[in-house]
C-alpha cells in the first residue's frame, strides 16, 4: 500500500511525464514531412562506419533500395560487404591499387577519386536508392580530390526519395552545415590503442 505522500509524488509524475509527451506531440505535429535526409558521421572514435552501414541494414529490411561507395577502402575483407553483396546491393569502393610498400599515391588516389565520384553521380540520380552510404567520403574532400560544393550542388539535385550518409573524420565545415543531422563520435578509448588487434566482426 501506497502511503498518501507517495499517492502524491507519483501522481505529480505521472502529470509531469504527460505534459512531456504533449510537448513531444506538439513537435512532432510541427516536423516537416521531407522524405531525404543527409547524414553526417563525424569525429575521431569509433562507429561512423558500423553506424552508416546500420542504416543501410535497417533500410533493408525495409525493402528500400541502398548502394554504397566506400571512398578509401580497397578489397580487404569486410563483413558488411560480403552481405550487402550476397543480398545483390551494390558496393562500390575505391581500390586505389596502391600496395602497402609504395605506401600512400596521392595522383592514383585523386584519379581514382574522380572515377568513383562519377559513379556516386549514378547513384544521386537514381530514384530507386532510398539510401545511398558514402563511407569516408570526407576524406576526399580533406584531401581536395573532390570539391564539396559540387558535392552538395549534386546532392541538392537527387531525387525527393532519396536519404544521403556521409562518413568521416574532419567532415568540412559546409557538409556539417548542409546536413540535416550531424553526429560527432569521441574517442573515450579504443582498443587498438593498448595494443588490441583489430577484430573480425568488431572492426571489419
Ligand atoms: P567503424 O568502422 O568500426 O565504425 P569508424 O568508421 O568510426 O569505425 P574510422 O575512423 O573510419 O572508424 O577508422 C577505421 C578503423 O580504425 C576502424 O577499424 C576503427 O575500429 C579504427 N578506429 C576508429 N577509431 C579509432 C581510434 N580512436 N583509435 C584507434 N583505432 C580507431
Ligand atoms: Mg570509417
Not at 2 to 23: C, F, S, V
Not at 24 to 53: I, Q
Not at 71 to 82: F, P, T
Not at 135 to 151: C, G, I, N, S
Request: hydrophobic share 40%; net charge positive.
Amino acid at each position: 500500500m501506497l502511503t498518501i505522500e507517495e499517492k502524491n509524488k507519483l501522481g505529480q509524475q505521472t502529470a509531469r511525464h504527460k505534459a512531456i509527451k504533449m510537448k513531444v506531440h506538439e513537435k512532432s505535429d510541427l516536423a516537416v514531412d521531407d522524405k531525404r535526409r543527409v547524414l553526417v558521421l563525424t569525429g575521431n572514435g569509433k562507429g561512423k562506419t558500423s553506424s552508416g552501414f546500420g542504416m543501410i541494414f535497417r533500410a533493408l529490411g525495409h525493402s528500400q533500395g541502398c548502394a554504397v561507395v566506400q571512398y578509401l577502402k580497397g578489397d580487404a575483407e569486410s563483413g558488411e560487404r560480403n552481405l550487402l553483396q550476397q543480398l545483390g546491393v551494390p558496393v562500390v569502393t575505391m581500390n586505389t591499387g596502391c600496395s602497402f610498400k609504395e605506401g600512400y599515391c596521392a595522383e592514383r588516389e585523386r584519379v581514382r577519386a574522380r572515377e568513383v565520384w562519377l559513379q556516386t553521380l549514378t547513384f544521386l540520380n537514381d530514384p530507386d536508392i532510398d539510401v545511398l552510404l558514402l563511407d569516408e567520403v570526407t576524406y576526399m574532400v580533406a584531401r581536395k580530390h573532390l570539391d564539396v560544393d559540387e558535392m552538395i550542388a549534386a546532392f541538392e539535385a537527387r531525387p525527393a526519395n532519396q536519404s544521403v550518409i556521409l562518413t568521416g573524420r574532419a567532415a568540412h565545415r559546409k557538409l556539417r552545415e548542409y546536413a540535416d543531422t550531424v553526429s560527432r563520435v569521441d574517442c573515450v578509448k579504443h582498443g587498438l590503442q593498448i595494443g588490441l588487434k583489430a577484430r573480425k566482426g568488431i572492426e571489419f
